[in-house]
């Protein structure tokens, strides 16, 4: 048995924290299948959105020449650096009783979680959009263009030729959405059966001291992302075509 003594941190409950896990799973425990299934449908919510968002605006950037554009380019890439707890607090304000949209009554619940990761994953999908798309519209751009075709028309073209290049940024923004922690705590409240998901459990039961459970979380946590990428991957046909 190994064992940390400045901490007092039995390595044991590494395997202790895999079989609460596997004993989670195998029992379809009903807290489990909850919070995961809530972690999935807000991080997936917000990769929608911010794929409508980002993919065809990244698009747009690298097809579109106009002032300031390396201004706007540099402010999107460095707004991928945004302090998620920061981008909790924005929101929270703004959603707050004395906010200005505290009419909605948003704060503490799913969608303003979803709106959070929204703010935190849309830079980061619009940058890796732009990059992949400002390479494939090198090789479109006479082609298209003695086409006549509108903007609109090109940054369909280019989305839909490079859907497999767009996966890896639509996969970058679900991995920092599902592990995100600081600002859906802050916008969530981390509520039992409200607002709990994957990794505020976790936060939770560390602060507890329970760490097989929050080890059992963490591992569950991995397997859904990893699930969720080959999954996407399977869909898309990338390993069936030599492209993975």
């Known amino acids: 048995m190994w064992r940390n003594d400045r901490d007092g941190f039995d390595m044991s409950e590494i395997w202790a924290g895999m079989v609460e896990a596997f004993l989670l799973i195998w029992s379809l425990d009903a807290d489990l299948i909850d919070i995961t299934l809530r972690s999935l449908q807000v991080s997936l919510s917000a990769l ?30 460095a707004l991928m650096g945004l302090p998620p ?7 929270y304000l703004l959603l707050s009783r004395t906010g200005p949209f505290g009419v909605l009554g948003l704060l503490f619940t799913p969608a303003a979680m979803i709106i959070a990761q929204v703010i935190i994953i849309t830079p980061l999908i619009a940058s890796i959009t732009h990059q992949a798309m400002r390479e494939l519209w090198s090789d479109y751009h006479d082609l298209l263009i003695s086409l ?83 999954a996407i991957h399977t869909l898309s046909r990338t390993e069936r075509e030599g492209r993975w």
């Open 48 to 77: 929608v959105i911010a794929s409508a968002l980002a993919l065809p605006l990244g698009t747009w950037l690298a097809i579109r020449r106009f002032r300031h554009r390396r201004l706007v380019i540099a402010t999107m890439n």
């Open 85 to 91: 707890v920061v981008v909790g607090l924005i929101v």
């Open 148 to 230: 006549n075709t509108t903007h609109g028309q090109r940054i369909a073209t280019l989305i839909w030729d490079g859907r497999r290049a767009l996966m890896t940024a639509a996969l970058a923004g679900f991995g920092r959405a599902i592990g995100e922690v600081g600002a859906i705590m802050i916008v969530g409240g981390n509520i039992d059966h409200v607002t709990r998901v994957l990794t505020t459990a976790i936060a939770l039961e560390t602060g507890k001291g329970d760490f097989a459970l929050a080890l059992g979380l963490g591992f569950v946590l991995i397997a859904l992302s990893l699930c969720v990428n080959l």
